[in-house]
């Protein structure tokens, strides 16, 4: 799990740590694991080219010392004074080690960070809000320049941002205006929330941390981040004495005569994550293409008017519901979907069953766990708000939809924002792909997470464990046969491959399943 604190409970567990432990201590702890993650990515030390963009506050001290010890070692470090101001001690140490400190009005500057092999980018810490401002900004154009490379030389250098990318927030991942893309960002303690939630995830790369000795002095964390141990740890395995009714009974309410492929993904994704049967509810043109696709699963076909909810009633026993793909927003759909409410299961609501819950928000007056998967758009009628502040903000929407609803809601996106109904601890995914946005791969995640619920698993763990394994399938989906081996270890890896369809995702997952499981030892 990737523990992520926010500023006010880092800063408190650093004081903490620095009343035991002499003077410097911390910042010469962040300053060595800094120079070894940049000499492994330099390659080589002696005569590699590092330029430091240093702001005033100890974020600049960091690079700074960072850059003296990589200047021990052979290194040419030009470090770039950034505002009025430097860390005395920092540039210091540099320029005793053999570098030199310029200004930002350094004529040469341009050629000299487009020449170098890395930059380290020691501009703002975690205590910048907002995007950057002059001349920050300005710096962090250059930057941009050079690693988009001059078509002669290549990419340009390697970005390394110290701590975080200057201009995200730490607490948030917020982006408000100019911030730097780094490829790599070395962060010091413990996570950050803005690092593993976009828009912020997407400006760091990928991301090592460095252990300063905080941890004693952290609580609970406020985001954590899934890895393929915890869910290894999370996947059900059936004993041998099993069942198909102890393997966990999903039930399905999705599909309709105008969206007949929505009830075929969602029961793909529960067959294939493990529920040991389907029972599934939809009307008759839904129903024959499941039973063409997946014979294994038990159809009622949909009444009309007052036979909707006797359709739920009828459908048999289950431990779990999912409701709302391709469904419709009629009146019989909503009374489907009020039937599935009261029934006092775990349900999960999708699509079109959010659609109807932003109608009728009192669908959702009940005590039974809920969980909500809405795409920013969606969320965004829930909440009554503009998608492109969801898609901006989105710990923050995510946090309040939650608590506004009373309900869990997974905020599906380039990074997966799992927000629980009582509060508490944020999960986040961040195995998604581009890959993924295509129609239909949301009736998949919504089946998977359905048979985890039906298996047993709370509604946070089951919205966490489906959104990894959904994005691990879609990697190595698009990979090929041979499938990306760091997909699983790695999901902030390059994307790379070629499109696929949902169908794709649903016939991966098996083996997504088991690499979690192999990779997690």
């Not at 730490?170 to 960002?185: F, I, K, L, M, S």
């Not at 492109?388 to 869990?408: I, K, M, Q, S, Y």
Request: glycine share 16%.
């Amino acid at each position: 799990m990737r523990n992520a604190h926010d500023v006010a409970t880092i800063r408190a567990a650093e004081q903490a740590l620095m009343a035991t432990v002499p003077p410097g201590t911390l910042m010469q702890r962040a300053a060595a694991g800094l120079a070894s993650v940049c000499a492994g990515l330099a390659g080589r030390v002696y005569g590699a080219g590092i330029v430091v963009l240093a702001g005033s506050g100890d974020n600049g001290g960091d690079a700074l010392y960072a850059g003296a010890r990589l200047a021990r070692r052979g290194a040419s470090v030009v470090a770039v004074a950034a505002g009025d101001r430097v860390h005395e001690q920092g540039a210091a140490a540099l320029r005793t080690a053999g570098g030199c400190v310029t200004s930002i009005d350094d004529p040469d500057l341009p050629a000299v960070i487009g020449a170098a092999d890395l930059v380290l980018d020691g501009l703002l810490g975690i205590g910048g809000r907002g995007g950057l401002r002059e001349p920050y900004s300005a710096l962090a154009g250059l930057v941009a320049r050079a690693r988009a490379g001059d078509g002669r030389r290549g990419a340009g250098p390697s970005v390394v941002a110290v701590d975080l990318p200057s201009g995200i927030d730490a607490d948030t991942g917020v982006v408000g205006g100019p911030a730097v893309q780094a490829d790599v960002t070395v962060t010091f303690g413990t996570w950050k929330p803005g690092l593993l939630i976009d828009p912020g995830a997407a400006c760091a790369g990928l991301l090592e941390l460095v252990d300063i000795g905080l941890g004693p002095h952290l609580p609970a964390p406020a985001v954590a981040g899934f890895q393929a141990v915890d869910v290894a740890a999370l996947l059900p395995q059936p004993p041998a004495d099993s069942d198909k009714y102890r393997r966990g009974v999903l039930g399905i309410v999705a599909g309709s005569d105008r969206f007949t492929g929505a009830a075929a993904l969602a029961v793909g994704g529960a067959l294939r994550g493990g529920a040991g049967l389907v029972r599934l509810v939809s009307a008759g043109p839904a129903v024959a293409v499941v039973r063409q696709h997946w014979p294994e699963a038990l159809t009622v076909v949909t009444g009309d008017g007052a036979q909707a909810a006797h359709d739920v009633e009828t459908a048999g026993r289950v431990q779990a519901w999912v409701a709302g793909p391709g469904m419709g927003t009629d009146e019989a759909a909503r009374d489907r979907l009020a039937a599935v409410l009261a029934t006092g299961l775990p349900t999960l609501v999708d699509a079109d069953g959010l659609t109807l819950v932003a109608q009728e928000r009192g669908l959702l007056a009940r005590v039974a766990p809920t969980l909500l998967t809405p795409h920013a758009g969606e969320l965004a009628r829930l909440l009554g708000a503009d998608p492109a502040d969801v898609e901006a903000r989105r710990l923050e929407h995510a946090r309040a939809a939650a608590a506004e609803l009373g309900a869990t809601v997974l905020l599906k996106g380039s990074t997966t924002v799992i927000a629980p109904a009582g509060g508490g601890e944020v999960l986040v995914n961040s195995t998604g792909t581009s890959w993924l946005a295509t129609g239909g791969t949301g009736d998949v995640l919504s089946g998977l997470a359905g048979s985890l619920l039906a298996q047993g698993l709370t509604v946070t763990d089951a919205a966490a464990a489906a959104a990894f394994l959904h994005g691990i399938a879609a990697r190595q989906a698009a990979a090929g046969p041979a499938g990306p081996g760091p997909a699983v270890s790695d999901p902030a890896g390059t994307e790379t491959g070629s499109p696929i369809a949902a169908g794709d995702v649903i016939d991966a997952l098996p083996a997504a399943i088991r690499g979690v499981r192999a990779w997690a030892g």
